[in-house]
């Protein structure tokens, strides 16, 4: 397949820009390719771009894509981007993929870069009100949850405890004795309604993979895993700008992507494992993913579906809320997904052949979805 | 909530071009969204297009400064800013945006703070920046 560019431009003015923060020359630039091609946000459903987020930049023109490149290796990035997106246009991961890059360099207005300034959206309209990261602001819409499907604090308190089963079954989990709903809900209140012990650890680690050809694979001493398929999206840097605080835009994206992909059902999933920053995670990604109907994920765990034994096992490792969770959690996920699928796993799924691991970035902000199989497809 | 001798002033935000009308609007006791021309789509926060059609043709208008509290959590660890514990709260205006804020005039208790209660604006002045605040409607006379 070849893959074409059908839209060009630059921002409408060059040099000295003093009226047009960082953001908004990307978005300048942005609109003017978009009159170049005829299009609009809503007919892109890819986005790269460096120096800022592409989170950022996805939320702000009003886009919610099927694959992001956030690449940022220095001036040529943009390179590497269009190199990608012709790969993934190829691959058939995006269809129509917007490319942009804004640089206050001069005038330095809104120059935040990735983590945004104190000119950043984030800085302006969520820094002045006493957040303090994820404990307040991912958190924040589980009382409206609550409110809206009647999940109980007890409901959310027994996703920790079958965790807490699964990572006693780990060597390697940091928190390995078992706790009771009664052990969550006399935690340390952190940020009602969350206590301690639904919150993740804080601790250090790593991780890697490699990957190659399925060809290849043959030659090397373990047992390989295969990339069946997957999805990604963004939606917001910011969650009081979610479109619905009760459900993840770019969960439900990336999921869908990666089950398409993937070509299976809900049926085929043997193993699951969905980021657990905090406890209600879990049940954001059932619901997102379509493996509960809306509202029914915390009677789902609650019914022991996802302990062991359960039908669905999920974060079988002990996850974030026992397990580990270094900050950037996601690699530990795919791991135990490795693991799960070689059939090593210390709390091994007897016979589980398709393991679906869905992560998470930032606060909501983005999703990554991996759907793995230990047979050649 | 209420000023402490020797708090630190909240995190103010840093305006820029884009965001610069809203911010003049607080100084004023106006709370101001945008609505595109094109398709009628009220948003927020603040930028020169329409993130629902991508239109340049929008406009600024001023809100009701009326909203309803759709969700929120009390911190419960320090910060220099406040006096613990504090509600965060996401506020849903009568316009259809929402914003984060804090609520004010109010217990920091989940038995005062009860979700679609009816809130008002208020603007907190922190010398060249006002920080719009919510406060319940109709329940402080």
Redesign the interface.
């Known amino acids: 397949m070849t893959v074409a560019i059908v839209g060009a431009a630059e921002t409408t003015e060059l040099g000295k820009i003093p009226g047009l923060s960082q953001i908004q020359l990307h978005a300048d630039a942005a609109l003017n390719a978009f009159a170049d091609a005829g299009l609009k946000a809503s007919d892109i459903d890819g986005v790269a771009t460096a120096g800022e987020s592409p989170v950022n930049i996805a939320h702000y023109l009003g886009i919610a894509p099927r694959w992001v490149d956030g690449s940022s290796v220095g001036g040529c990035s943009f390179m590497l981007h269009v190199r990608h997106a012709a790969a993934a246009i190829e691959a058939g991961y995006a269809d129509t993929i917007l490319v942009t890059h804004g640089e206050s360099g001069r005038s330095g207005v809104g120059r935040g870069g990735r983590g945004g300034g104190a000119g950043s959206l984030l800085a302006q309209f969520e820094g002045p009100y006493g957040s303090m990261g994820p404990t307040t602001m991912f958190t924040i819409g589980v009382l409206r949850y609550m409110k809206h499907y009647g999940m109980t604090h007890e409901q959310l308190a027994m996703v920790a405890v079958v965790q807490r089963e699964w990572a006693g079954m780990n060597p390697r989990a940091s928190y390995r004795d078992p706790i009771t709903v009664d052990d969550v809900l006399n935690s340390r209140m952190i940020a009602y309604p969350f206590h301690l012990l639904e919150c993740c650890l804080v601790t250090d680690g790593g991780g890697a993979l490699i990957l190659t050809s399925a060809e290849r694979a043959a030659d090397f001493p373990n047992k390989p895993v295969y990339i069946l398929g997957s999805g990604e999206s963004v939606e917001t840097p910011m969650v009081s700008q979610m479109k619905d605080l009760t459900s993840s835009q770019a969960f439900r994206i990336a999921g869908a992507e990666a089950m398409r992909s993937a070509g299976i059902g809900h049926g085929d999933v043997d193993h699951m494992m969905v980021y657990d920053a905090f406890a209600h995670l879990p049940i954001w990604g059932l619901e997102d993913l379509g493996f509960c109907e809306r509202g029914e994920a915390p009677a789902f765990i609650e019914d022991g579906n996802t302990r062991p034994g359960g039908v669905l096992p999920l974060n079988t490792n002990g996850g974030g809320l026992s397990y580990m969770h270094s900050g950037m959690y996601g690699m530990y996920a795919l791991q135990e997904s490795v693991r799960q699928m070689r059939g090593t796993a210390p709390a091994q799924v007897p016979g589980a052949a398709v393991s679906l691991c869905l992560g998470v970035g930032g606060m909501f902000a983005a999703s990554g979805c991996i759907v793995m199989g230990n047979e050649l497809p | 909530m209420a000023d402490t001798p020797g708090r630190r002033p909240?995190?103010?935000?840093?305006?820029?071009?884009?965001?610069r009308h809203f911010w003049d609007g607080t100084k004023v006791g106006e709370l101001r969204l945008q609505r595109c021309n094109d398709c009628e789509h009220v948003y927020?926060?603040p930028?020169?297009?329409?993130?629902?059609?991508?239109s340049?043709d929008v406009e600024v208008f001023n809100a009701s400064g009326s909203g309803k509290l759709?969700?929120?959590?009390?911190?419960?660890?320090p910060?220099p800013?406040?006096d613990g514990?504090?509600a965060?709260?996401?506020v849903e205006l009568d316009e259809g945006p929402?914003?984060?804020?804090?609520i004010v005039d109010c217990e920091q208790t989940?038995q005062a703070l009860v979700?679609?209660m009816p809130l008002e604006v208020t603007f907190e002045d922190n010398g060249d920046i006002a920080?719009p605040l919510f406060r319940p409607r109709e329940s402080q006379s």
């Open positions: 909240r995190p103010l935000p840093q305006p820029t071009p884009e965001t927020f926060p930028r020169p297009l329409c993130p629902a059609c991508s340049r759709l969700s929120y959590v009390i911190n419960h660890r910060h800013s406040f514990p504090y965060i709260a996401i929402t914003m984060l804020s804090n989940p979700l679609d920080i």
